[in-house]
């Protein structure tokens, strides 16, 4: 197990560094730069800019000096938020944005395996019904959709939570946009509970066990045990998104979270910035991917790591 | 919990603000919101009141020589920094040779352009002692400009030229901006800066008129998005905002009435022509492209009202400078079509032959998108096929400012300062920048820079409206609408008086219970 | 050997004739099916039906609410006739409508030009505009012609187009990117999850590392990269999409494939000396056809909705077209303005995907090689 995981820890290697590589690339090759807007700058003003952050050097120059940088752990200063740097603008939002995401991981896996476990074991009743309908719901309606609507129907038409705003942390400012986030993610931990549980309780090692008398509630256990896989390899990806946030229920709700920074970052061309995501996103799916394969080694004790 | 609180509760107005600003140094700023910050924390020579008329700030007089081209500044006795540091003239020596440092890498250094040998310093071409700016005495401040300059007072209530505290910036560095080390000479301070959430400005004990000052702290609170703006000035978590989602525009008149304010504003959204190439290097066909366009019907259902129909190009609102409008501007719609038609004929095209085809580049958003559907389906009355091609921001300016291929182009302008130069410089051939359609006319080139040196206003802004006739008549950028500044107030807040600069200092504020 | 061991492996075909047979017999898998065919075929065949163009801008209408009666109310009917001369300098002097038809006094300083018609002709709410006769030596006149009546049964947008027309046109591009991305989506992440999962060891390891990259790499990049190289394709829209959605996909068949192999009748069959590409294709995914299509149905959601950004970004529909993410995005924007905007391009979307949900989850228990 240790040396599975230390094996793990020596491919994060060579996957960040290609995930930066590659980004650069990408990013530099993309058209139009930090300081292209709406209202043009005078050439010689360019100029300027463009020595003080160093973007009139060749582009192999400004790739190991960013390498040089990041080994030192300094993401460099954002283009778009002047007065910090990348490290600064992350250790101010990341806490917000884990609070919220972990909330809503919590709440999704929760009520997700929950009701998917529940759905499968009741197949074809009302609940099942409910349940269906229900994360069918959950994972068509966008969240683009979901948290106006939430803010408006209970800020705005019944007044009992804030609209938006972080409000110096007070829970009334956290439930809406922890909701929003979990809404869908609920939605497909059920969904893929429920397909997989279905399937589990068919097995045979769970007929035996029930044909030799064992409690039913020690039977679900162990088809969820056999059922956790889908929703486990979800989990990965699913944490990696939710605790690095979402642009559009920040921007709804007001969080200082570090969603925005994703999307805003490369419309806005903030190149520190956007590797600087890079290198989160890349970290968070390096580690979730790992603990997510070590869980699976848990659930299923046939599957060794070697 | 009554126990605890002050005698006197403080007064908090959250401010909502459609925009994070980049940064807190006034000399790195270059958008509206951020402008709207730095009149709160600091003050310039000049300064703006509530209705954005000039009036002296941290100088309380000032005189200008016969020629125009010396100036000279009175502080005040009590103009102080946050910290009770008097404000000095040489405090605006540093600050203006800092801003026009080429390593400093200020974005709207340009703007001081006028100032003697600004432009020399921002370039590297010249020591920066070189600049037109002395300090007389410790109170006595002179600075010489390259031309009489009208607009010169208007100039300096603008951000680039407020002044900094020296011995903060010299101690922190970049950081000097951090709250708890910002020092100031506005009307606030500031106390808190936490991205994407709140900036929170305290009043300024030392300003000179802190005694008039009604708001003791000002939040103010990043807003991008539009909608939910709305949903918190509705729930009263917000007193102002300074936008409003445009779609939802009927639904706000109905429900929040006289809360909306509409204002005209000095700012033009326009398509610009690439007159590089065939056949938009024809004047008839741009002209034609022009008087097709139903502007009123834009302004009125595309926009809901919260833009104005634009006939000339700089908009109305400058002092002694009647609107220039395009000659066809008396004919009916249908008269202009028939017009348009028969420009387009002589051209060269033809509705049954040879149609024109053009593509409309615009950067993404639901009104310009709108827009450009509107544009499209009005050029298809005059045998002109559209096709419709967007971008993110980004993308769409860097095309534009690269010289990259298009037909026509959106884009837009908003004041810097008060005065219809601001406007006309974008038409000028060596404005490499900012012209986007390439136009290059020799009689408006004359036209504009003959103004640059002329002392009396009158001439010069004749020979300005005279410039932008040419403009008008040849149509390189065919202006669509004039901004009109649309803003939400709670009936609680009161002095904000609206006026075409959209600027609204704390200051002048007071928040009703 | 038990016949249990061998079982998830059926007859070739069978597997797919015995799950369309049982599907046959569902009738709650039907009326899904149903609804998904009635949904496509309306916006197929609907936009040659509907009275209008997706892209016809009625300027008389802009913003219209969602109504069953036909547009112009008559209460409008003269201040449109007004303000229509009124462009032409003539003024109205007395109106009688009469069903269809109207019949206009009219009457100006001048002698009237009878091009005056083109403006009451270029009213939305006017048509077939002729001159009955003249008077006064041309100073008034009566102008007869036919109230144009249109309806829109779920309102119209910002530019005055038809919702319903422009929600059945968005759903051709929707359908098809929910489809073709899903599909593409679905064979790239279950093959490189199945590879990955069942050769094991370091092709694992760099397999999935390398989904780890993709995983973290600014696609908003990507994107506007794809659409500067390669120009604005409509097929690059699935390539850009299928590209990025594969990922889960891959990770979760991955997951699947490790567990399954460990399987008493996969350990079986190799005991047999079936081969392992047989045993990959026969017995490992025929097992997890379940899951795969749950996470299908999960991916087409996101597919259609991504379309809406990549389309921002410049890639994928360009205006006037629109498709149904778009819609939404744009009537979340007015949500208390002009609800319709919303309502009703989310009513297809969710009753779409509600019945790929269901039809997925029935697709599920029908392909279950247990249940015979």
Same mark, same amino acid.
């Given at each position: 197990?240790?040396?599975?995981?230390?094996?793990?820890?020596?491919?994060?290697?060579?996957?960040?560094?290609?995930?930066?590589?590659?980004?650069?690339?990408?990013?530099?090759?993309?058209?139009?730069?930090?300081?292209?807007?709406?209202?043009?700058?005078?050439?010689?003003?360019?100029?300027?800019?463009?020595?003080?952050?160093?973007?009139?050097?060749?582009?192999?120059?400004?790739?190991?000096?960013?390498?040089?940088?990041?080994?030192?752990?300094?993401?460099?200063?954002?283009?778009?938020?002047?007065?910090?740097?990348?490290?600064?603008?992350?250790?101010?939002?990341?806490?917000?944005?884990?609070?919220?995401?972990?909330?809503?991981?919590?709440?999704?896996?929760?009520?997700?395996?929950?009701?998917?476990?529940?759905?499968?074991?009741?197949?074809?009743?009302?609940?099942?019904?409910?349940?269906?309908?229900?994360?069918?719901?959950?994972?068509?309606?966008?969240?683009?959709?979901?948290?106006?609507?939430?803010?408006?129907?209970?800020?705005?038409?019944?007044?009992?939570?804030?609209?938006?705003?972080?409000?110096?942390?007070?829970?009334?400012?956290?439930?809406?946009?922890?909701?929003?986030?979990?809404?869908?993610?609920?939605?497909?931990?059920?969904?893929?509970?429920?397909?997989?549980?279905?399937?589990?309780?068919?097995?045979?090692?769970?007929?035996?066990?029930?044909?030799?008398?064992?409690?039913?509630?020690?039977?679900?256990?162990?088809?969820?045990?056999?059922?956790?896989?889908?929703?486990?390899?979800?989990?990965?990806?699913?944490?990696?998104?939710?605790?690095?946030?979402?642009?559009?229920?920040?921007?709804?709700?007001?969080?200082?979270?570090?969603?925005?920074?994703?999307?805003?970052?490369?419309?806005?061309?903030?190149?520190?910035?956007?590797?600087?995501?890079?290198?989160?996103?890349?970290?968070?799916?390096?580690?979730?991917?790992?603990?997510?394969?070590?869980?699976?080694?848990?659930?299923?004790?046939?599957?060794?790591?070697? | 919990?009554?126990?605890?609180?002050?005698?006197?509760?403080?007064?908090?107005?959250?401010?909502?603000?459609?925009?994070?600003?980049?940064?807190?140094?006034?000399?790195?700023?270059?958008?509206?919101?951020?402008?709207?910050?730095?009149?709160?924390?600091?003050?310039?020579?000049?300064?703006?009141?509530?209705?954005?008329?000039?009036?002296?700030?941290?100088?309380?007089?000032?005189?200008?020589?016969?020629?125009?081209?010396?100036?000279?500044?009175?502080?005040?006795?009590?103009?102080?920094?946050?910290?009770?540091?008097?404000?000095?003239?040489?405090?605006?020596?540093?600050?203006?040779?800092?801003?026009?440092?080429?390593?400093?890498?200020?974005?709207?250094?340009?703007?001081?352009?006028?100032?003697?040998?600004?432009?020399?310093?921002?370039?590297?071409?010249?020591?920066?002692?070189?600049?037109?700016?002395?300090?007389?005495?410790?109170?006595?401040?002179?600075?010489?400009?390259?031309?009489?300059?009208?607009?010169?007072?208007?100039?300096?209530?603008?951000?680039?030229?407020?002044?900094?505290?020296?011995?903060?910036?010299?101690?922190?560095?970049?950081?000097?901006?951090?709250?708890?080390?910002?020092?100031?000479?506005?009307?606030?301070?500031?106390?808190?800066?936490?991205?994407?959430?709140?900036?929170?400005?305290?009043?300024?004990?030392?300003?000179?008129?802190?005694?008039?000052?009604?708001?003791?702290?000002?939040?103010?609170?990043?807003?991008?998005?539009?909608?939910?703006?709305?949903?918190?000035?509705?729930?009263?978590?917000?007193?102002?905002?300074?936008?409003?989602?445009?779609?939802?525009?009927?639904?706000?008149?109905?429900?929040?009435?006289?809360?909306?304010?509409?204002?005209?504003?000095?700012?033009?959204?326009?398509?610009?022509?690439?007159?590089?190439?065939?056949?938009?290097?024809?004047?008839?066909?741009?002209?034609?492209?022009?008087?097709?366009?139903?502007?009123?019907?834009?302004?009125?259902?595309?926009?809901?009202?919260?833009?104005?129909?634009?006939?000339?190009?700089?908009?109305?609102?400058?002092?002694?400078?009647?609107?220039?409008?395009?000659?066809?501007?008396?004919?009916?719609?249908?008269?202009?079509?028939?017009?348009?038609?028969?420009?387009?004929?002589?051209?060269?095209?033809?509705?049954?032959?040879?149609?024109?085809?053009?593509?409309?580049?615009?950067?993404?958003?639901?009104?310009?998108?709108?827009?450009?559907?509107?544009?499209?389906?009005?050029?298809?009355?005059?045998?002109?096929?559209?096709?419709?091609?967007?971008?993110?921001?980004?993308?769409?300016?860097?095309?534009?400012?690269?010289?990259?291929?298009?037909?026509?182009?959106?884009?837009?302008?908003?004041?810097?300062?008060?005065?219809?130069?601001?406007?006309?410089?974008?038409?000028?051939?060596?404005?490499?920048?900012?012209?986007?359609?390439?136009?290059?006319?020799?009689?408006?080139?004359?036209?504009?820079?003959?103004?640059?040196?002329?002392?009396?206003?009158?001439?010069?802004?004749?020979?300005?409206?005279?410039?932008?006739?040419?403009?008008?008549?040849?149509?390189?950028?065919?202006?669509?609408?004039?901004?009109?500044?649309?803003?939400?107030?709670?009936?609680?807040?009161?002095?904000?008086?609206?006026?075409?600069?959209?600027?609204?200092?704390?200051?002048?504020?007071?928040?009703?219970? | 050997?038990?016949?249990?061991?061998?079982?998830? &492996?059926?007859? %070739?075909?069978? /597997?797919? #004739?015995?799950?369309? $047979?049982?599907?046959?017999?569902?009738? +709650? @898998? *039907?009326? !899904?099916?149903?609804?998904?065919?009635?949904?496509?075929?309306?916006?197929?065949?609907?936009?040659?039906?509907?009275?209008?163009?997706?892209?016809?801008?009625?300027?008389?209408?802009?913003?219209?609410?969602?109504?069953?009666?036909?547009?112009?109310?008559?209460?409008?009917?003269?201040?449109?006739?007004?303000?229509?001369?009124?462009?032409?300098?003539?003024?109205?002097?007395?109106?009688?409508?009469?069903?269809?038809?109207?019949?206009?006094?009219?009457?100006?300083?001048?002698?009237?030009?009878?091009?005056?018609?083109?403006?009451?002709?270029?009213?939305?709410?006017?048509?077939?505009?002729?001159?009955?006769?003249?008077?006064?030596?041309?100073?008034?006149?009566?102008?007869?012609?036919?109230?144009?009546?249109?309806?829109?049964?779920?309102?119209?947008? &910002?530019?005055? %187009?038809?919702? /319903?027309? #422009?929600?059945?046109? $968005?759903?051709?591009?929707?359908?098809? +990117? @929910? *489809?073709? !991305?899903?599909?593409?989506?679905?064979?790239?992440?279950?093959?490189?999850?199945?590879?990955?999962?069942?050769?094991?060891?370091?092709?694992?390891?760099?397999?999935?590392?390398?989904?780890?990259?993709?995983?973290?790499?600014?696609?908003?990049?990507?994107?506007?990269?794809?659409?500067?190289?390669?120009?604005?394709?409509?097929?690059?829209?699935?390539?850009?999409?299928?590209?990025?959605?594969?990922?889960?996909?891959?990770?979760?068949?991955?997951?699947?494939?490790?567990?399954?192999?460990?399987?008493?009748?996969?350990?079986?069959?190799?005991?047999?000396?079936?081969?392992?590409?047989?045993?990959?294709?026969?017995?490992?995914?025929?097992?997890?056809?379940?899951?795969?299509?749950?996470?299908?149905?999960?991916?087409?959601?996101?597919?259609?909705?991504?379309?809406?950004?990549?389309?921002? /970004?410049?890639?994928?529909?360009?205006?006037?077209?629109?498709?149904?993410?778009?819609?939404?995005?744009?009537?979340?924007?007015?949500?208390?303005?002009?609800?319709?905007?919303?309502?009703?391009?989310?009513?297809?979307?969710?009753?779409?995907?509600?019945?790929?949900?269901?039809?997925?989850?029935?697709?599920?228990?029908?392909?279950?090689?247990?249940?015979?």
């Amino acid at each position: 197990m240790i040396a599975f995981v230390l094996r793990r820890l020596l491919w994060a290697i060579p996957t960040l560094f290609a995930v930066v590589t590659l980004s650069f690339l990408l990013m530099r090759f993309t058209p139009g730069g930090p300081f292209n807007a709406d209202q043009a700058l005078a050439p010689a003003v360019l100029e300027n800019l463009k020595r003080a952050y160093r973007l009139d050097q060749p582009l192999i120059v400004q790739y190991g000096d960013y390498l040089a940088r990041l080994l030192q752990g300094d993401l460099g200063p954002s283009y778009s938020y002047r007065d910090f740097t990348v490290t600064e603008l992350f250790a101010r939002a990341l806490p917000y944005s884990l609070q919220i995401g972990g909330a809503a991981l919590i709440l999704a896996l929760v009520l997700g395996v929950g009701l998917g476990a529940l759905a499968a074991k009741r197949q074809g009743s009302a609940l099942d019904a409910a349940v269906t309908t229900l994360s069918g719901l959950g994972l068509t309606v966008p969240s683009f959709v979901i948290a106006p609507l939430l803010s408006l129907a209970f800020a705005v038409w019944l007044g009992w939570l804030p609209a938006a705003g972080w409000g110096q942390g007070a829970l009334s400012h956290k439930v809406l946009p922890v909701v929003a986030l979990a809404l869908p993610q609920i939605a497909a931990f059920a969904r893929l509970t429920r397909a997989a549980t279905i399937e589990a309780l068919k097995a045979d090692h769970i007929r035996t066990a029930r044909a030799y008398g064992l409690p039913e509630w020690r039977v679900t256990a162990h088809a969820l045990r056999a059922a956790g896989g889908p929703a486990l390899s979800y989990l990965g990806p699913a944490a990696a998104a939710l605790l690095t946030g979402s642009v559009v229920v920040e921007t709804i709700f007001g969080i200082p979270g570090v969603g925005r920074y994703f999307v805003l970052g490369a419309l806005n061309r903030d190149y520190a910035l956007v590797m600087g995501t890079v290198v989160l996103v890349g970290v968070f799916v390096v580690l979730f991917n790992l603990l997510v394969d070590l869980a699976y080694a848990v659930l299923d004790p046939r599957i060794r790591h070697d | 919990m009554a126990l605890g609180m002050p005698a006197q509760a403080l007064t908090v107005y959250d401010r909502g603000n459609a925009g994070e600003p980049e940064t807190l140094d006034p000399h790195l700023v270059s958008t509206v919101q951020e402008a709207n910050l730095m009149r709160d924390l600091f003050e310039g020579l000049t300064a703006h009141d509530a209705r954005a008329e000039v009036t002296p700030g941290a100088a309380e007089r000032w005189e200008a020589s016969d020629d125009g081209r010396t100036w000279t500044f009175m502080l005040r006795p009590d103009a102080r920094w946050s910290n009770g540091d008097p404000v000095t003239a040489e405090d605006f020596v540093y600050s203006l040779r800092r801003i026009l440092d080429p390593a400093f890498a200020a974005k709207y250094a340009n703007l001081l352009y006028p100032i003697l040998n600004a432009e020399k310093v921002n370039k590297g071409e010249a020591p920066k002692e070189a600049l037109g700016i002395a300090a007389r005495d410790a109170r006595t401040l002179e600075i010489r400009l390259e031309r009489p300059t009208p607009y010169f007072l208007e100039l300096l209530t603008h951000q680039t030229t407020y002044p900094v505290h020296r011995a903060s910036i010299e101690r922190f560095g970049r950081d000097w901006v951090k709250p708890g080390r910002m020092v100031t000479n506005g009307a606030y301070r500031l106390a808190e800066n936490l991205p994407n959430d709140h900036i929170r400005l305290e009043k300024n004990p030392f300003f000179h008129a802190a005694s008039e000052v009604a708001i003791d702290v000002v939040n103010y609170v990043p807003l991008e998005d539009r909608g939910a703006a709305l949903r918190r000035f509705q729930t009263s978590e917000i007193q102002s905002y300074d936008d409003v989602p445009a779609e939802q525009i009927a639904f706000i008149r109905r429900t929040l009435g006289d809360q909306l304010r509409i204002a005209p504003y000095v700012g033009v959204y326009y398509y610009a022509v690439n007159v590089r190439k065939a056949p938009f290097a024809d004047p008839r066909v741009r002209r034609a492209l022009s008087m097709a366009l139903d502007r009123e019907f834009i302004a009125e259902k595309v926009w809901a009202g919260t833009m104005l129909p634009a006939y000339g190009w700089v908009p109305p609102g400058f002092d002694g400078y009647a609107p220039v409008e395009a000659s066809w501007r008396a004919m009916s719609q249908l008269e202009r079509e028939d017009a348009a038609l028969a420009l387009l004929k002589e051209a060269g095209f033809d509705p049954d032959g040879q149609r024109l085809e053009v593509e409309i580049r615009y950067n993404s958003g639901e009104n310009h998108q709108n827009t450009a559907t509107a544009i499209a389906d009005m050029w298809k009355a005059i045998g002109v096929d559209a096709r419709l091609i967007n971008a993110d921001g980004k993308t769409h300016y860097a095309h534009l400012q690269n010289r990259g291929d298009f037909d026509v182009a959106r884009a837009a302008w908003i004041a810097d300062y008060r005065d219809p130069q601001n406007f006309l410089f974008l038409g000028l051939s060596d404005n490499v920048g900012f012209n986007y359609p390439g136009w290059n006319s020799p009689p408006y080139d004359a036209l504009v820079k003959a103004s640059d040196d002329m002392a009396d206003p009158a001439e010069r802004l004749a020979t300005l409206r005279k410039a932008e006739a040419i403009l008008v008549d040849e149509q390189p950028m065919i202006p669509i609408l004039f901004y009109a500044s649309k803003a939400l107030v709670s009936h609680r807040l009161k002095g904000w008086e609206d006026n075409v600069m959209d600027i609204h200092p704390t200051r002048y504020l007071r928040l009703e219970p | 050997m038990t016949d249990a061991v061998l079982a998830p &492996a059926p007859a %070739r075909g069978g /597997l797919t #004739r015995r799950a369309l $047979g049982r599907l046959k017999r569902d009738p +709650v @898998g *039907l009326a !899904a099916l149903g609804l998904l065919a009635a949904i496509a075929l309306v916006c197929l065949a609907g936009p040659w039906f509907s009275p209008h163009a997706y892209d016809r801008v009625y300027r008389s209408y802009v913003l219209v609410p969602p109504s069953l009666q036909p547009y112009p109310e008559p209460a409008t009917l003269e201040g449109a006739l007004r303000s229509a001369l009124a462009r032409g300098r003539v003024e109205l002097t007395r109106l009688t409508i009469d069903g269809d038809r109207f019949r206009a006094d009219i009457a100006g300083a001048e002698p009237i030009d009878p091009r005056v018609l083109r403006y009451v002709e270029r009213a939305d709410e006017f048509r077939d505009a002729r001159l009955a006769e003249t008077r006064d030596g041309g100073r008034s006149a009566v102008i007869e012609g036919h109230v144009n009546r249109v309806r829109f049964l779920m309102g119209t947008d &910002a530019n005055g %187009r038809d919702l /319903l027309a #422009r929600i059945l046109a $968005g759903g051709r591009v929707s359908l098809a +990117v @929910g *489809l073709l !991305a899903t599909l593409t989506s679905l064979v790239i992440g279950v093959a490189w999850g199945a590879v990955a999962g069942f050769v094991g060891g370091r092709t694992d390891d760099v397999m999935m590392r390398i989904v780890d990259v993709l995983y973290a790499l600014p696609f908003v990049f990507l994107v506007i990269l794809l659409v500067v190289t390669f120009g604005r394709n409509f097929a690059l829209l699935f390539l850009a999409i299928g590209a990025i959605e594969w990922l889960d996909m891959a990770r979760i068949v991955r997951g699947e494939t490790l567990r399954l192999k460990r399987r008493e009748f996969v350990q079986a069959a190799r005991a047999l000396g079936v081969s392992e590409r047989r045993i990959l294709l026969r017995h490992i995914l025929p097992n997890m056809v379940g899951t795969v299509v749950v996470f299908a149905t999960l991916t087409a959601p996101k597919v259609i909705l991504l379309e809406s950004f990549l389309s921002f /970004l410049g890639l994928g529909v360009q205006a006037p077209l629109t498709s149904w993410g778009a819609l939404i995005a744009q009537g979340a924007g007015s949500l208390q303005g002009a609800p319709h905007l919303l309502l009703f391009p989310a009513a297809f979307f969710v009753a779409t995907l509600s019945a790929l949900n269901v039809l997925g989850d029935r697709l599920r228990d029908a392909f279950d090689p247990r249940e015979r």
